[in-house]
C-alpha cells in the first residue's frame, strides 16, 4: 500500500497484520489514538503536512486526507512534518520486530544503518536479493524504496543533532549520512519546511557537554519499566554495564566506535544520554537502546492476547506493558546464553565478567574473543570450545546473528556448532535476534513460574499449552520467569 485516499474503490493494506481501509485509519486520527503511532502517518493535502494520528490538531475533513505507511512514503508524495507532533520522533512500528520475512529484516537493517554504511547493493546482498526485486517489496509495502526510507531516517537524526548538539551544520550533515552540504540542505527544507539553521533553537541553561546527546526515545505505553530495569540489573556484567531502580547505563561497540549511553524511563518516553566516539554512529546507537528495551512493541495487543488466558490475565492486570529486554549486540548475547547453560544468573554474571578487559569497556567482539587466552574462560572446556567456535563462526561470516537475519538459518546454524542445544538457541532468537515467539519449556525458572500458576510444568504439556500464546510466546516467558 503506497496510500488510502477516501474515494470509490480506494485501495486498502496490510498495517500491523490487519487489514485497513480509510474509515478504520480516519477513526484513529479523529480519536487521536496514540497507538497507532508509527503504524501509518495522516498527509493533509490542505496544509501540505503529514503528522502522526495522535496530533492533536484539529482533525482535518475526510476529504483532505491521505494516508500513507511509512513517514518516507508520505515525504516522497511531497507533505513536509508537522512541527506539532513531531511525527518523524514516533515509535517505530512494531511490525518490524515481528515480522521475520525480507521486509521485515529490511526495516532492522535500514534502522541500523547500513544503507548509510554500505548503500543499497551492501543492504541487498545481505538479504540476498537483487536491488531491483528489494526495492520492488519495499515500495509495495512501505510506499518508499529503501534510499527514500533511509533518506527519512537521515533527516531524523540531522534534527536530533541540530536540536541537541552545538555542532556545525556541516559537521551535522556528513554526520548524519549526507553526502553533501547541498543534500543535506535540500532535504531539511523539504522534510521540515525550513532551512536547517531555523530548527536550531536557542539553548538555556549551562552549556551542553562536548560530546553529549540528550533525546527522548518514545514508546507506546504502558510501559512496565521496573521489570526491564530489574531484569538488566540482575544480569548486568561489571565494567560493561550497570542498573539500579532507575536507569540503565553501559558501553556500546558501534560500526564507527564505541559509546556509553545512560537510560531513564520516564512516563511518555525514556531519556537518553549518549556519549559518541563518533557522531555517526547516532542513528545505529539509537535503534540499539530502542532494540534493548522493546521500545518499538505493541504493549496493548501482547497484553490483550495473553491475558485470554486464564492463568496469565492476573499477572497481565497487575502488571501491564511487560517488555522482552533484548540486546544491543547479538553475538554478546550468544556468548551470554553459553555462559548460562546450566549455572545460576549470578555465576554467569561472574564467569561474563572475566572476559572483559579492566575499566570501562565494550564486550568483546568475536575477533577479539578468538584472541583470548585459556585462562580468561573460567569454564569447563567444552563450554569454552563452544564460544570460540561461535566467535569462529560469526567472525568468518558463517553464522549471521543481525538483525536483519533470517531468523530460521541462523536458529540451523547456531544448533549446528557444538554444544549449543534448544535452550541456548532459544535465548538466543529471544534476545539477541527479537523473535517475539521464542519459548523455553525446559527452563527450570519458566517451570516454577508455569507451577505456581497452576500450569503444567512438565516441558512438553507446558510446551502445547504455550501454543496458544503465539504469536507472543516470548512475553509470556519473561512473565513465567517473573512469577517463577
Not at 512494531?94 to 551492501?122: F, K, N, Q, T, Y
Amino acid at each position: 500500500m503506497s496510500e488510502i485516499r477516501e474515494h470509490p474503490g480506494r485501495p486498502r493494506g496490510r498495517i500491523g497484520g490487519v487489514e485497513l481501509d480509510f474509515d478504520r485509519c480516519y477513526r484513529a486520527v479523529d480519536s487521536r489514538d496514540g497507538r497507532f503511532d508509527g503504524w501509518f502517518y495522516t498527509g493533509v493535502t490542505s496544509t501540505g503536512i503529514y503528522c502522526r494520528p495522535s496530533c492533536p490538531a484539529i482533525t482535518p475533513k475526510p476529504e483532505n486526507v491521505r494516508f500513507y505507511p511509512s513517514a518516507a512514503a508520505a515525504q516522497r508524495a511531497g507533505f513536509r512534518a508537522c512541527r506539532r507532533c513531531r511525527p518523524d520522533a514516533a515509535p517505530g512500528s512494531p511490525e518490524w520486530d515481528v515480522r521475520a520475512d525480507v521486509v521485515g529484516r529490511a526495516m532492522r537493517l535500514i534502522s541500523d544503518g547500513v544503507v548509510d554504511r554500505d548503500g543499497v547493493p551492501g543492504l541487498a546482498s545481505r538479504l540476498g536479493y537483487t536491488e531491483r526485486h528489494l526495492h520492488r517489496m519495499l515500495t509495495a509495502e512501505l510506499g518508499a524504496g529503501p534510499l527514500a526510507l533511509a533518506r527519512a531516517q537521515r533527516a531524523q537524526t540531522a534534527r536530533i543533532l541540530i536540536e541537541t548538539t552545538d555542532l556545525g551544520l556541516a559537521e551535522i550533515a556528513f554526520a548524519a549520512g549526507f553526502g553533501s552540504v547541498r543534500q543535506f540542505n535540500d532535504t531539511i527544507r523539504e522534510v521540515f519546511g525550513s532551512a536547517p539553521s531555523a530548527l536550531r533553537k536557542p539553548k538555556r541553561g549551562p552549556a551542553p557537554e562536548p560530546g553529549a546527546i540528550h533525546l527522548r526515545l518514545a514508546y507506546r505505553p504502558p510501559l512496565h519499566a521496573e521489570s526491564l530495569l530489574e531484569f538488566l540489573a540482575m544480569r548486568a556484567v561489571p565494567g560493561v554495564e550497570e542498573a539500579d531502580t532507575s536507569t540503565y547505563r553501559r558501553v556500546l561497540r558501534l560500526p564507527r566506535g564505541t559509546a556509553t549511553v545512560e537510560l531513564t524511563p520516564t512516563p511518555g518516553y525514556v531519556a537518553a544520554l549518549l556519549r559518541l566516539s563518533d557522531v555517526r554512529d547516532l542513528a545505529p546507537a539509537v535503534a540499539r537502546c530502542r532494540r534493548l528495551l522493546d521500545l518499538d512493541a505493541d504493549p496493548v495487543a501482547v497484553d490483550a492476547a495473553l491475558a485470554e488466558d486464564e492463568a496469565l490475565a492476573p499477572m497481565v492486570a497487575k502488571e501491564p506493558g511487560v517488555r522482552v529486554p533484548r540486546s544491543v549486540d547479538s553475538f554478546e548475547m550468544a556468548v551470554r546464553a553459553v555462559v548460562g547453560q546450566q549455572i545460576s544468573v549470578a555465576a554467569a554474571r561472574k564467569v561474563l565478567s572475566k572476559l572483559v578487559p579492566p575499566g570501562e569497556q565494550p564486550f568483546p567482539g568475536p575477533e577479539e574473543v578468538l584472541t583470548l587466552p585459556d585462562e580468561a574462560f573460567k569454564m569447563p572446556a567444552a563450554r569454552r570450545a563452544t564460544i570460540r567456535a561461535l566467535a569462529s563462526a560469526v567472525a568468518g561470516g558463517e553464522l549471521d546473528l543481525d538483525p536483519g537475519a533470517d531468523r530460521d538459518e541462523a536458529m540451523r546454524n547456531l544448533t549446528n556448532l557444538p554444544g549449543i542445544g534448544s535452550w541456548t538457541a532459544g535465548y538466543v532468537a529471544m534476545r539477541g535476534i527479537g523473535d517475539p515467539d521464542s519459548f523455553l519449556p525446559t527452563d527450570l525458572g519458566v517451570r516454577r513460574g508455569a507451577k505456581a500458576l497452576g500450569l503444567p510444568d512438565d516441558p512438553k504439556a507446558l510446551d502445547a499449552h504455550a501454543a496458544r500464546w503465539a504469536p507472543w510466546r516470548s512475553y509470556a516467558l519473561i512473565r513465567l520467569w517473573r512469577q517463577g
